[in-house]
Every structure is written in structure tokens, then in C-alpha cells.
């Protein structure tokens, strides 16, 4: 069974650190790029960060370069996002996404396009 489960959300003053893990079963973890979505109540999903799983080439959206960093680990099938620095703006319910690598060409994937996805864990900044 395909399963990605995310976990390490909570409630953090802003300036303060959270890190987020995807573990993912199921699939060969090294076939896709791993991305990391946030969704507040109300808005559509938006992508923050992804990873090429097999070079692990990173990539994030504008509003957290500098203070976000994903990392992958292919042996754990996890993939990981560090934040730093946090903000309430970054508050959310944050999914992983996995991409099939053959139809990833790098940048931030489309949610919708995600082969499989977790169901989140939510990250709650406060001012």
C-alpha cells in the first residue's frame, strides 16, 4: 500500500523552528521528487519546497528561501523539511507530494500533478 505520512507539526512563536518529515512506503522512494505543500484554511494548496530525490537538487518558493531547507534520504525514504525562522504567514496544514521523476523537470510541482500525497500535518506560527 502507498502511504506517505507526514509528521513533526505543532504551535511555534514566530522565530522559532519546526521540522517536518515525509515517510514514505510502498513505492520506490528514489523514482520520485518529493515536494512539501501548505494549505490555509480557506486557500488552495500552495507549493513550497521540492526535492529531485535523486540528485537532490532543491528547490523552494521565494517566501522561504534562506530559511526553509528540504533534504531527502533514499536508504530512509524520508524527505525532510527544516524551517527556520518561522512566521505566521507559514501557518498551515502541510502535505508531502510524491512526483514521479520522468515527468519532473525541476521548480515548484503543481499539487494537482502529485502521483501520491499525504495527508498533512499542521504547523500553527503565532505572532
Known amino acids: 500500500e502507498v502511504q506517505l505520512v507526514e509528521s513533526g507539526g505543532g504551535l511555534v512563536q514566530a522565530g522559532g523552528s519546526l521540522k517536518l518529515s515525509c515517510t514514505a512506503t510502498?513505492?520506490?522512494?528514489?523514482?520520485?521528487?518529493i515536494c512539501w505543500f501548505r494549505q490555509a484554511p480557506g486557500q488552495d494548496p500552495q507549493g513550497v519546497s521540492c526535492?529531485?530525490?535523486?540528485?537532490?537538487?532543491?528547490y523552494y518558493i521565494y517566501s522561504v528561501t534562506g530559511r526553509f531547507t528540504i533534504s531527502s534520504d533514499n536508504a530512509k525514504n524520508t524527505a525532510d523539511l527544516q524551517m527556520r525562522n518561522l512566521k505566521p504567514e507559514d501557518s498551515g496544514l502541510y502535505f508531502c507530494?510524491?512526483?514521479?521523476?520522468?515527468?519532473?523537470?525541476?521548480?515548484?510541482?503543481?499539487?494537482?500533478?502529485?502521483?501520491?500525497r499525504g495527508k498533512g500535518t499542521t504547523v500553527n506560527v503565532s505572532s
Open positions: 510502498g513505492f520506490t522512494f528514489a523514482d520520485y521528487a
Open positions: 507530494g510524491a512526483l514521479d521523476l520522468e515527468v519532473y523537470y525541476g521548480g515548484i510541482a503543481h499539487y494537482f500533478n502529485m502521483n501520491y
Open positions: 526535492i529531485n530525490t535523486r540528485t537532490r537538487s532543491p
